[in-house]
């Protein structure tokens, strides 16, 4: 079947008449530089004598141009007794003369392969006008057996996201949402089937306190008019009730006065016999409360689908069972992992990690006093849950850098339990603060209220070009299209575990490598487009042997890489990662503009350049999508 595919066609016309060998993780169907990576091997493998399995996983993307298209650090092969240089310089002797690559140069321990550019325009810019949206992903890579596709996909749940009803959507949710919608596409991207879990703190006795706060201060239609903001109004009123009443509590203590009344019928008390009642599920806390749960729910998913992310399980602290946290308490204690102090039930990590990291681990609380469980409670038996549910592969926590801790302990409870497979696929992304976000109007952020403000702020910027201005069909949508691009892009321009500092007017600049400049690079590619009106026959067509500038050559080899990054953003799990690479991308493209006229060139070299513009597009749009934007086509 191979003779006949149209890649091996392709790779006839480029007169490779032997057909590739087949080597592990080579996908030329998906990623055409494994077109490359393969034919550079099977030299390499004459040329050395080393086996191609070493060779082929050495063969690394480079970042920049100048380096080659491929580099392999010669000790890699650990061929012994020779230095790297003399090892070079042999093989270079004997290097044959190659169709696809130019005869390597050396640099430093590296061989540095630069690709001939000719040829790769014929590969890249069809495979990517051919393949469109699905340019640069690799649906091979999540396979269970990559040589067999019926065995089918691995899964990975991504949990991500997980506000708390009544309580702020902070910087915290807002990184957690933005990095773990990225890591789903990704994870789509490259084959695997994905599960979107929104763990939502939904649980606990300020859920009790909630309903008494609902009874003082709460209002039908101003729930219904937005149940996110009253929840929470109702949840600030209350909780001011609840810390006068402590405050009370002190006083008539200090006084050596009673105060017995107030610690058996106040606020907080009748929140704590609330909750209670909720646990043993009395039918009318519980219905109230899941009737706020689902109005919170629907609000959540309006703000999501601005972002294009969808969740496909909207799980919670509410919805651990309670058997399996008496099952689990049984077996800690059982195990001994758990013990009693002070009428709790902790974990003592130094007893069970010896040495510095026990310590470290700390001794969380599992149980209360009042036999109540924790989060870090819950935590251990919704992992057991989605175990049993899911029969995952692997399951990711997007979670703020504050909860490493909590996510260690978790995840060193369950390899004492026993479940060392499940440890083994458990892992925690974590990411820094955001700081100094706060509203034009307020400092209580909702996710919503920032949104708002970029959008206005964009809205503003984008009036300042009236000309421009007047030639959108929708302003307001596409100015909130561009602050979302803004708060996104920030976001993901540095590393995960960096902190920043939210500003507003960085963000919403058309300079630098921010949102509006990766969206002006993407509506301007449009814009060629629709100037050039050219068919899809003209692109098809197209001389591409035409392209011979520089800028070109460069332009060629810079998109050919996409499908390689996206690869590689698996390795790092970093949305920077392919930010970086995009704005590499659209630099490029920028200053190759003035060198690649459309406008008023002849006929055929019009349709040379407009192809390789489109393939452009295509890489843009794609890695726009991938970390979760909405490219527009004008503004
Ligand atoms: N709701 C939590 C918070 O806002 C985040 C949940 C993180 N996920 C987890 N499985 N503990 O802090």
Not at 285 to 295: F, L, P, T
Not at 433 to 439: A, N, P
């Amino acid at each position: 079947a191979a003779e006949s595919s149209p890649l091996a066609d392709k790779l006839k016309s480029l007169s490779l008449t032997t057909p590739l060998p087949k080597y592990a993780n080579c996908y030329p169907e998906a990623n055409p530089v494994d077109i490359y990576r393969a034919h550079i091997t099977s030299i390499l493998t004459e040329v050395t004598g080393v086996d191609a399995a070493v060779i082929y996983p050495a063969l690394q993307w480079t970042q920049t141009l100048e380096k080659g298209d491929l580099v392999l650090p010669i000790p890699a092969l650990r061929v012994k007794g020779k230095k790297p240089d003399q090892l070079a310089a042999e093989w270079l002797e004997k290097f044959p003369e190659s169709p696809l690559i130019h005869k390597p140069s050396t640099a430093g321990t590296f061989l540095q392969f630069f690709f001939k550019v000719e040829k790769l325009a014929q590969i890249i810019i069809p495979s990517i006008l051919k393949q469109d949206k699905q340019f640069g992903q690799n649906p091979y890579l999540g396979l269970k057996d990559p040589t067999d596709e019926s065995k089918g996909r691995k899964k990975i749940l991504v949990e991500f996201s997980s506000p708390n009803i009544a309580k702020p959507f902070h910087a915290g949710h807002l990184r957690s949402t933005i990095i773990g919608g990225f890591l789903s596409n990704l994870y789509q991207a490259a084959g695997w089937d994905v599960v979107r879990i929104n763990y939502l703190g939904d649980w606990g006795k300020q859920y009790g306190l909630l309903a008494l706060g609902f009874e003082k201060y709460g209002n039908e239609e101003a729930l219904k008019a937005d149940p996110i903001n009253h929840l929470f109004e109702i949840y600030v009123k209350i909780s001011k009730d609840l810390a006068a009443e402590k405050e009370e509590i002190k006083k008539l203590e200090e006084a050596g006065k009673d105060a017995s009344e107030l610690k058996n019928e106040g606020v907080d008390e009748q929140a704590r016999r609330y909750f209670k009642a909720m646990t043993e599920n009395d039918t009318k806390a519980i219905s109230q409360w899941a009737r706020w749960r689902e109005m919170s729910i629907k609000r959540y998913k309006e703000t999501y689908a601005r972002l294009n992310i969808h969740f496909d399980d909207y799980s919670g602290e509410s919805q651990v069972k309670q058997e399996k946290m008496d099952e689990t308490a049984i077996k800690l204690s059982e195990m001994k992992i758990s013990e009693e102090s002070e009428g709790a039930v902790i974990i003592d990590f130094s007893k069970h990690v010896p040495g510095k990291p026990g310590k470290s681990l700390e001794r969380p609380i599992i149980r209360k006093k009042d036999g109540t469980a924790l989060y870090l409670t819950r935590d251990i038996s919704e992992m057991l849950q989605r175990e049993e549910k899911y029969k995952f592969d692997q399951l990711i926590y997007v979670v703020a850098s504050q909860q490493d801790l909590h996510l260690k302990q978790l995840f060193k409870i369950i390899e004492l339990m026993g479940y060392k497979d499940l440890a083994k696929k458990v892992q925690h992304v974590n990411f820094g603060l955001v700081q100094g976000m706060s509203t034009r109007r307020g400092t209580v952020v909702f996710l919503d209220d920032i949104l708002r403000d970029v959008g206005e702020k964009m809205h503003e910027v984008m009036q300042k070009n009236q000309a421009k201005y007047e030639q959108v069909q929708n302003p307001l949508a596409t100015a909130d299209i561009l602050g979302i691009s803004s708060v996104m892009v920030q976001d993901m321009s540095g590393k995960r575990i960096n902190n920043y500092e939210f500003n507003m007017d960085a963000m919403t600049s058309f300079e630098g490598d921010t949102g509006p400049y990766l969206q002006y690079a993407h509506a301007r590619l449009c814009s060629i487009t629709r100037r050039a009106q050219l068919s899809s026959e003209d692109i098809a067509t197209a001389d591409l042997s035409l392209l011979t500038e520089p800028h070109a050559h460069n332009l060629i080899r810079v998109i050919s890489q996409y499908p390689d990054v996206l690869q590689n953003t698996l390795k790092t799990l970093e949305p920077t990662t392919v930010l970086t690479y995009l704005f590499k991308m659209t630099h490029t493209l920028s200053s190759s503009y003035d060198h690649l006229r459309i406008v008023g060139s002849e006929k055929e070299l019009m349709k040379a350049r407009m192809a390789l513009y489109d393939a452009a597009r295509v890489v843009l749009n794609n890695g726009m999508r991938l970390l979760g934007l909405s490219p527009v086509e004008r503004y």
